[in-house]
């Protein structure tokens, strides 16, 4: 990543309001979390906004991350039913996620649904192996890390619940 590519500060008073947006729309006692956490895809300002992109046109509907990122970041792991708010490479708030179907396991127990619905490359299994492993010895290499086979990778299906012009069809009634 260059200096050119950095990503722009997560806006987080931004975040707070499409939250708060979702949130006035939902059943009494409304979604789980108070404040969900604010992220974005990717390391760099270029990656994040492709991969928002890929999740607004409806592509994207999975991402990877090692369990071990969201331990040095002090974040818990995503659960089931939990959501988080994701930003393009600006750090402008683009969607809300909510998470629907976790696993955690080695890179290379990826199949070939779930390379599919990441919705990067060319969708297949082999190409996703290449795109992650490339990106995960990038990012540990930057910490002063080197990548290892038996890393745990956290596995996450989402759903778009808001904005509504972006939502799933099942999450646009509420």
């Known amino acids: 990543m260059t200096t050119d590519d950095a990503p722009g500060t997560l806006r987080r008073e931004e975040a707070a309001a499409m939250w708060r947006d979702y949130a006035a729309t939902r059943p009494a006692g409304g979604p789980p979390e108070d404040e969900p956490p604010v992220e974005r895809f990717g390391d760099g300002r270029a990656l994040a ?3 928002i992109a890929l999740v607004l046109a409806g592509t994207k509907r999975a991402t990877a991350g090692l369990v071990d990122d969201f331990a040095r970041e ?3 792991l995503p659960r089931i ?3 988080w708010i994701a930003c393009d490479g600006e750090g402008r708030p683009r969607a809300v996620l909510r998470s629907t179907e976790l696993r955690v396991g080695r ?5 070939d649904a779930f390379a599919w619905d990441e919705g ?3 969708r297949t299994r082999a190409d996703w192996l290449a795109g ?3 990106y995960f010895t990038r990012t540990l290499a930057a910490l002063g890390q080197e990548w290892d086979d038996d890393l745990e990778v956290v596995f996450e299906r989402f759903a778009v619940v ?3 012009e972006v939502a799933d069809r099942a999450d ?3």
Not at 107 to 111: A, G, I, K, R
């Open 49 to 51: 906004d492709e991969l």
């Open 74 to 76: 002090g974040e818990p």
């Open 81 to 83: 039913g939990g959501h």
């Open 107 to 111: 890179l290379d127990s990826v199949d």
């Open 120 to 122: 990067e490359g060319d």
């Open 132 to 134: 992650h492993l490339r």
């Open 162 to 164: 808001w904005p509504p």
């Open 172 to 174: 646009r009634a509420g």
